[in-house]
């Protein structure tokens, strides 16, 4: 029984990690009051960015550089157009996925079926990889899996211990009243976006060099979404990012299980578990507005004009 669940508890984890770096991101982002929703556009060309760079003979921190590198950038654009010249925002994140989406698709058109040259191999954890069901998966990531942890922590540590993440989020509560205070508001809102952008140019460098090894056109599949529904669902905590992420991962993981077993079920059926799930959790949640507006940043989506 363990043996046939170890590998199930692998996918789903591996399917979790990006949508926990992607998650993180917007986490922080949202949490300064600035609702971005690019992450698709921003992961797609992160993870083109770091698969044109291994194959054409680049290493692999040199791809995971250059992938957060195009979701930063992505990310300041999106910043510049709705922070200083106060755009909407919504109109601004699904421009940026769009842009995303048709820029990848166009200048990966060469590199569409290949494979990726090199990739991010497993580093299991002498001892721990031994330890049945958990040990395998939970102890045998490679590098970007690691880091997925360390950044929840460190999120996590950073939301509830530090001066800084106070900072954070008294601007996403009232940035009227943290400019009073003397906190540099639009200085902190680029940070926090740009955060954003490279926690999801990681993500989109995990899909191309460790999970998939290979580009395809719409290499995230949509998961830049989930991982925007994922903010939501944990009602802007951290550790509850990674819940979710894990609950949609085994989701994920369920329907390659259902067709490694032979179960006749239709792909099409398969594939769309993950957001079929999505749906049903954003439906739950939104039964229960109170819980929401209470913990949701009071100026979340709204723009600032700082004239200091």
């Given at each position: 029984m363990i043996e046939s669940l170890t590998p199930l508890l692998a996918s789903a984890l591996g399917a979790a990690i990006p949508l926990v770096l992607a998650g993180l991101g917007e986490l922080i982002a949202e949490r300064a009051g600035v609702l971005n929703l690019g992450l698709e556009g921003m992961m797609l060309l992160g993870a083109l960015a770091s698969f044109m760079t291994v194959a054409n003979g680049g290493g692999l921190f040199e791809a995971v550089t250059l992938g957060m590198a195009a979701g930063l950038l992505a990310s300041l654009v999106f910043g510049f157009v709705t922070i200083t010249l106060q755009a909407n925002q919504v109109a601004a994140g699904l421009s940026l996925t769009i842009l995303g989406s048709g820029l990848s698709a166009f200048l990966g058109r060469s590199y569409v079926g290949i494979g990726a040259p090199s990739s991010f191999a497993p580093l299991p954890i002498p001892l721990l990889k031994d330890i049945p069901l958990l040990g395998p998966s939970l102890f045998?990531?490679?590098?970007?899996?690691y880091t997925a942890l360390i950044a929840l922590v460190a999120v996590t540590w950073f939301l509830s211990r530090s001066r800084a993440?106070?900072?954070?989020?008294?601007?996403?509560?009232?940035?009227?009243?943290?400019?009073?205070?003397?906190?540099?508001?639009?200085?902190?809102?680029?940070?926090?976006?740009?955060?954003?952008?490279?926690?999801?140019?990681?993500?989109?460098?995990?899909?191309?060099?460790?999970?998939?090894?290979?580009?395809?056109?719409?290499?995230?599949?949509?998961?830049?979404?989930?991982?925007?529904?994922?903010?939501?669902?944990?009602?802007?905590?951290?550790?509850?990012?990674?819940?979710?992420?894990?609950?949609?991962?085994?989701?994920?993981?369920?329907?390659?299980?259902?067709?490694?077993?032979?179960?006749?079920?239709?792909?099409?059926?398969?594939?769309?578990?993950?957001?079929?799930?999505?749906?049903?959790?954003?439906?739950?949640?939104?039964s229960d507005q109170e819980t929401v507006r209470r913990h949701a940043p009071a100026w979340l989506g709204k723009p600032f004009y700082d004239d200091s």
């Open positions: 045998s990531f490679d590098l970007l899996g993440g106070l900072t954070l989020k008294a601007v996403g509560e009232s940035p009227v009243v943290a400019r009073s205070l003397g906190l540099p508001v639009t200085r902190v809102r680029y940070m926090a976006v740009a955060f954003g952008g490279l926690m999801s140019g990681l993500a989109g460098a995990y899909y191309s060099v460790a999970q998939f090894k290979m580009w395809q056109e719409g290499l995230t599949s949509g998961n830049g979404w989930i991982a925007l529904a994922l903010v939501v669902f944990a009602t802007w905590r951290p550790l509850r990012v990674a819940v979710g992420a894990l609950l949609f991962g085994s989701v994920t993981a369920l329907g390659l299980y259902f067709q490694a077993i032979g179960m006749h079920v239709s792909t099409f059926a398969l594939a769309s578990l993950p957001y079929i799930a999505t749906v049903i959790v954003l439906v739950i949640i939104s």
